[in-house]
């Protein structure tokens, strides 16, 4: 069964579950909740869409953490004492306003230095525009850190043939500086807030990939 640690009555503990109803976990939540892996349930089943809260599970008994088709895929690493290294996996829902974005987000921990097979994953849906800075807590992208654009990945080569080849009939380098490239950018970092470059590939093959986390 899928056993939510917010159900939990842990003293150590309470105070996380509770935050992590509303901002991510930092690197010392992380470690803490780990620290007591062996007083909490694990999770052994994969998590429903739109389960929200903390679940623990070990990999050797649970591979797949869920079954959700995700938009978006980073790895992220918390350097320090002890590496904790982390997936951040998005999935873009359907604005409740303009200008707001929702984004269900899922982010699974591991420090297999000190707690091998075990791995927590945070599940939160949150509401963000433009202006709004939801991560506080990223670490630094790794060098695989890649985004999967589950549904664009056919077309997205078609359609930039299709842009170059119109910039060139009609003045393509007027056209490119006045289109806002950079622009665009600094907008996809806003509603992102993982810190750092991220190296963006298009990769529906990865999908099984994405719901596990070994």
């Given at each position: 069964?899928?056993?939510?640690l917010r159900?939990?009555?842990?003293?150590?503990?309470?105070?996380?579950?509770v935050?992590?109803?509303?901002?991510w976990?930092?690197?010392?939540?992380?470690?803490?909740?780990?620290?007591?892996?062996?007083?909490?349930?694990t999770?052994t089943?994969?998590?429903?869409?739109?389960?929200?809260?903390l679940?623990l599970?070990?990999?050797?008994e649970?591979?797949?953490?869920?079954?959700i088709?995700w938009?978006?895929?980073?790895?992220?690493?918390w350097?320090?004492?002890?590496?904790?290294r982390?997936k951040?996996?998005q999935c873009?829902?359907?604005a409740?306003?303009?200008?707001?974005s929702t984004t269900y987000e899922?982010?699974?921990y591991k420090c297999?230095?000190?707690?091998g097979?075990?791995?927590l994953?945070h599940?939160?849906?949150?509401?963000?525009?433009?202006?709004?800075?939801?991560?506080e807590?990223s670490?630094d992208?790794t060098e695989?850190?890649?985004?999967e654009?589950?549904?664009?990945?056919?077309?997205?080569?078609?359609?930039?043939?299709d842009?170059?080849?119109?910039?060139d009939e009609?003045g393509?380098?007027?056209?490119?500086?006045?289109?806002?490239?950079?622009?665009?950018s600094?907008?996809?970092?806003d509603?992102?807030?993982?810190?750092?470059d991220?190296d963006?590939?298009?990769?529906?093959d990865?999908?099984p990939?994405?719901?596990g986390?070994c």
């Amino acid at each position: 069964m899928a056993n939510n640690l917010r159900n939990e009555i842990d003293p150590d503990l309470e105070e996380i579950f509770v935050r992590s109803e509303f901002e991510w976990l930092n690197q010392g939540d992380v470690h803490n909740i780990l620290a007591k892996r062996e007083d909490l349930p694990t999770s052994t089943v994969p998590i429903q869409f739109p389960e929200h809260g903390l679940f623990l599970f070990n990999i050797d008994e649970q591979l797949v953490l869920d079954t959700i088709q995700w938009d978006m895929t980073k790895s992220k690493v918390w350097h320090g004492q002890y590496i904790i290294r982390y997936k951040v996996n998005q999935c873009f829902l359907v604005a409740i306003d303009e200008g707001v974005s929702t984004t269900y987000e899922r982010r699974a921990y591991k420090c297999e230095d000190l707690y091998g097979s075990y791995r927590l994953v945070h599940y939160r849906t949150y509401f963000m525009s433009q202006n709004d800075s939801e991560d506080e807590n990223s670490g630094d992208d790794t060098e695989d850190s890649h985004g999967e654009n589950m549904g664009e990945n056919e077309t997205s080569d078609d359609d930039d043939s299709d842009d170059d080849d119109s910039s060139d009939e009609s003045g393509g380098d007027d056209d490119s500086d006045e289109s806002g490239g950079d622009d665009d950018s600094s907008d996809d970092d806003d509603s992102d807030e993982s810190g750092g470059d991220d190296d963006i590939e298009a990769n529906g093959d990865a999908l099984p990939l994405a719901n596990g986390f070994c």
